[in-house]
């Protein structure tokens, strides 16, 4: 018999560019982060069973806000989907802006209990992809990579790619941060990632 799937549930609740919109600080966060085009939205959908729950967007860094789905019937309980990054026609001064917001959401969020990191399996652990992992580390928060598109690669490519980020990522982070492949397309890997994720927000 198959698990319910309590992330199925999942809705658009806000979209926060500033501190003063995010939802009151008390319940279980768990935050996506991932550069352009990594396959974020499409993750988030694939999770929450959901084809058009996070928009995929064929503009690269649509998200320029803090997106935050509830769970009902929890109240405080929220998916979030941070800034898609690595959008070059963004003014300085607002990527200023969401480097602060963002600075400032990973350093005092009590709620944030995860990070969950999405990388293109074939371009994994860009610059950036390293600074949304430090974050999480620096806080003592657990964090996930997903190795996204997995599908694009065979078997044997896929576990040589897992090898080489596990290492690097224990060399960069200790055993702070989890890898896995995952595929929104082929589903491959949904369970568990799901698993790790329900398990941050005590579902």
């Known amino acids: 018999m198959a698990i319910p799937n309590p992330l199925a549930r999942a809705k658009y609740l806000l979209a926060a560019h500033n501190f003063r919109q995010l939802p009151p600080d008390g319940g279980f966060e768990v935050a996506f982060a991932g550069r352009s085009n990594a396959g974020k939205s499409s993750a988030l959908n694939a999770l929450c069973q959901q084809n058009a729950l996070a928009r995929v967007s064929k503009t690269p860094g649509r998200t320029q806000q803090l997106v935050f789905f509830d769970i009902p019937p929890h109240t405080d309980k929220y998916l979030v989907d941070l800034p898609g990054y690595g959008y070059a026609k963004v ?39 390293r600074q949304m992992l430090g974050y999480a580390v620096t806080r003592g928060l657990p964090a996930h990579a997903l190795l996204t598109k997995a599908d694009k690669l065979g078997r044997g490519q896929q576990a040589q790619a897992l090898q080489a980020v596990r290492k690097d990522l224990s060399s960069a982070f200790g055993d702070t941060v989890s ?25």
């Open 179 to 203: 890898v896995q492949t995952f595929s929104g397309e082929s589903k491959q890997g949904v369970d568990e990632a799901r698993a790790v994720v329900g398990g941050w927000l005590g579902l």
């Open 91 to 129: 003014p300085h001064d607002l990527q200023a802006h969401w480097q602060a917001f963002l600075d400032g959401y990973f350093s005092t969020r009590d709620a944030l209990k995860g990070l969950v990191v999405v990388m293109d399996i074939r371009h994994p652990l860009k610059d950036y992809d």
